[in-house]
């Protein structure tokens, strides 16, 4: 792959089916749905271009097959609330600095404090102006400390006074509200847009639901102009489903109106189960069921990596063929149950855990390893980093469980996630929670043990069984047509078949009219599933 900054106003002539721009709110790289896509649509005969997010100030530009790829920066001037620009009519002169010297001051006036008393007897009349002197400077330590606290409320964003400007919000603007409650979402608009004005497509594929209103906006100044663009939309997850950030409720409420606004104005929806095709269909009063598209195993490297040997998993955790080996693939989070795989490792005697994951040497890594030295297990876990997409299923392929213990949250309960039938692929005995779809094909196929979400006993019984007898969960992948459908290739004629159709037919014919929402009416606005407040999972 070879990047380079370029300009992205440099136009080429449409060739192939038509002209197929894919947006993505990421840097493509470890995205290996839009890395898949783009290949794949290309080889179909597309000229697909795909635009995502550059990690810096640079433009990047290479490609993936004979699809083009182009990172776009995008300037974050938004994402800083008005507020936080404003001077304060009253300056908090007398409060603390930030950093903690506040809440040292406050326990050194309390030590004094308990030194006097601890000597009134022996100093006398001495002992009463020193203790005039500690009440006077508790009060003034006191008084500064409230000051602090009145300066941080006002970064607080789930204090009282930002609920209810989100309320508000809600109330006044419906669907419109996150133009106030996250306006970043416009910086997307003013990166992206101009490049997809430019690239004058035919069909524009938004990923997932930051993309959605850039892409269908796009779609309203084409038609505006008198031409025809599609829209597809592919919703990665379920929205309120995510496990947002702590103390951010306006996060939720304002994407999931952003998503509402504009999701029912795609010409088709793509999503990664039936489960989620069908709460889409209900939830956002879509004209028709959403096409499921797998995120599947497979598609090739390109020409210029095709000789590049798969890494030797055993090797990089330093043991033999014979070590009992769990591993986990996939990113880190508490919700990904970790922990729980951790804690077995001392009652799993001898077994050893593969963790790869993105950032093997961040600090979360670094968190899941102190716990695994507290319980004198560190030497066991082997942080990994991930590998290309097409080298995945070989790479997994040596261990002796793919374990998959995350908790319940609306998003697991919806779908088989990638790593699923990565394991699958690779012959893997799965260990999985009990989340509803991935738990059902389980004990549906005989491919793996089930465990309670959370139970690390029962995670340990799981892991025993498989670990006592790994071939007969093997057997479950003889099984004619089960591996077949997990693949990328099934997936890719699924989606190739929704281009066709989609530009066959007149965009008049089975669009949704794309028009501003302030000229339409209100919809109902709905509370979003998630108590808890923003990243996603």
Known sequence: MSVASTSESGRHSKRGRGRVVMLVDNAVNGDSRVQKAARSMADAGWDVVLLGQSPDRDRHRWTIGAAEVRLVPVVMTLAKRRRDYRRVVIPRLFAYRRGGIAQHRRQWVKAWRADLLARRSAEGRRFLVRRTAAR?????????????????????????????????????????????????LWDYEFAFGPVVDALEPDLIHANDFRMIGVGARAVHRARGRGRSVRLVWDAHEYLPGIKPRAGYRRWMPAHVAHEREYGRCADAVVTVSQ?????LYKEHRLPRLPAVVLNAPGGGPPADRAGEPVPDLRELCGID?????????????????????IEALPQLPGAHAALVVPAPDGWVVRKVLDHA????????????????????????????????????????????????????????PIVVSDVRTMAAEVRETGQGEVFRAED????????????????????????????ERWTWETQADILDGLYGRLLATPAEATAVAVVPQEDTEERDETEPGDPAGATAT
């Open 275 to 279: 489960s989620l095709a069908e709460l």
């Open 321 to 341: 063929a014979g070590t009992p080996l769990l591993v986990y693939s996939g990113a880190l989070a508490p919700q990904r149950g970790l922990a729980t795989l």
């Open 136 to 184: 006077i400077l508790a009060r003034w330590v006191g008084f500064r400390h409230r000051q602090l606290a009145l300066v941080e409320g006002r970064r607080n964003p789930d204090s009282l006074p930002e609920r209810l400007r989100t309320a508000m919000w809600r109330a006044l603007l419906g669907d419109r509200c996150w133009r106030r409650l996250e306006p970043y």
């Open 456 to 483: 690390t006993a029962d995670f340990v019984r799981a892991a025993r069984a498989v670990l006592d007898d790994p071939a007969a969960y093997r057997k479950a992948y003889d099984r004619p047509g089960l591996l």
């Open 373 to 428: 030295a507290d319980l004198g297990v560190a030497d066991r876990v082997h942080p990994l980093p991930y590998v290309p997409h097409w080298q995945i299923v070989p790479f997994l392929a040596s261990a002796d469980i793919g374990v998959i213990p995350i908790h319940h949250w609306p998003n697991h309960e919806l779908a088989l996630i990638t790593k699923f039938m990565e394991y699958a692929h690779a012959r893997l």
